[in-house]
């Protein structure tokens, strides 16, 4: 990307800053940069790193930028907080293009006032994150929530939570509040919600680009990528069908114990995941109205003690905690590098 210095003076003093001079739009099925279709192609990440936890890392961070690069990808998503100003400044010299998040996750509706103290934060939230990186060109599009959650529902669901569920409405208010305040502050840049999978449709109806996380052979149907991928094929297409808005998958991946091989390829080897991401990317491939492929995640990262988080970790990522690469990162360049 080509950057500006950008200077301010005053009479006693100045301040520069670079910025960037690009546009940021929708037309049909399509995402366009300066007026061409672009894939966001890349990554949900975590600033994680097992010598330095979630502290800055600037070596890292250069480090992770190279990597990102070699696998073909040209974006990520901040997930699920924003990052810090040095990320941003790096994707600005690097080209890369951002979906900038606020820390608004897996948030559930229970009652009208707890959904309103949460709304007020939230929107507290959004006006500081736009008001510190909406001069950042890398930044395209501002999502208000990750994972929102109505009280039931189904992972496997195709067709949504029954709406006469109330939480429902209540996080239709939520989310479209935050859309509204979103595009007011920023009107140049697109405005999204994550959608969970089983989560209403109808959350993403306000959208610009409608973004899912979907784990079709994962969390569901796992180890059934012969029938997850056809249950995944039909979701797109019947979300295009109804709401007729771009789609990127914001979040799809497996568990993989990097070194772990089988034949077959079971769950958890690296054979499963490749295998996993190279028939979302197949799917993808074929749908003109997807706008992009993030992968969850770059790289494994420390999580929480459970009995499906081995030693603590998610592993999902097509690197492993200390960056060396697993079979899918191969696959990634195969399709974003090679194709």
Not at 18 to 38: E, F, H, K, S
Not at 155 to 169: F, I, N, Y
Request: negative net charge; contains cysteine; charged residues 20%.
């Amino acid at each position: 990307p080509h950057l500006y210095t950008l200077t301010l003076r005053t009479a006693s003093d100045q301040y520069s800053m670079q910025i960037g001079i690009r546009t940021i739009a929708v037309a049909g099925g399509q995402i366009l940069l300066n007026g061409r279709p672009i894939k966001l192609n890349g990554y949900g990440r975590h600033e994680d790193f097992i010598a330095s936890g979630k502290g800055l890392n600037l070596p890292l961070m250069v480090k992770d930028y190279q990597l990102m690069r070699w696998t073909g990808a040209n974006s990520y998503r901040t997930s699920h907080y924003p990052y810090s100003e040095e990320e941003m400044q790096m994707a600005d010299r690097e080209g890369f293009l951002i979906i900038d998040e606020i820390p608004t996750v897996s948030m559930k509706f229970e009652d009208d006032a707890i959904t309103q103290t949460r709304l007020d934060m939230a929107l507290k939230q959004l006006d500081e994150l736009i008001t510190r990186d909406k001069n950042h060109p890398s930044v395209v599009m501002w999502s208000v929530a990750n994972e929102p959650m109505p009280k039931n529902f189904g992972m496997d669901s195709l067709g949504g939570t029954a709406q006469e569920d109330p939480s429902v409405a209540r996080g239709q208010y939520f989310l479209d509040t935050l859309l509204h305040k979103a595009r007011e502050l920023d009107p140049t840049r697109l405005a999204t919600v994550v959608g969970v999978m089983g989560g209403p449709e109808s959350w993403l109806r306000e959208t610009d680009v409608a973004c899912i996380n979907r784990y079709w052979g994962w969390y569901t149907l796992g180890g059934q990528l012969d029938v997850a991928l056809p249950r995944l094929e039909a979701e797109l297409d019947g979300l295009w069908q109804n709401l007729g808005k771009p789609i990127i998958m914001t979040e799809f991946g497996a568990d993989t114990m990097a070194g772990m091989h089988g034949q077959p390829n079971v769950m958890w080897t690296e054979e499963y995941q490749a295998d996993y991401i190279r028939g979302h990317l197949e799917v993808a491939a074929r749908k003109p109205f997807v706008a992009g492929m993030q992968v969850w995640n770059f790289a494994d990262f420390a999580a929480v003690q459970s009995i499906i988080r081995v030693g603590g970790l998610n592993m999902k990522g097509v690197f492993t905690r200390i960056r060396t690469p697993k079979m899918a990162a191969h696959v990634l360049r195969e399709f974003w590098v090679h194709k």
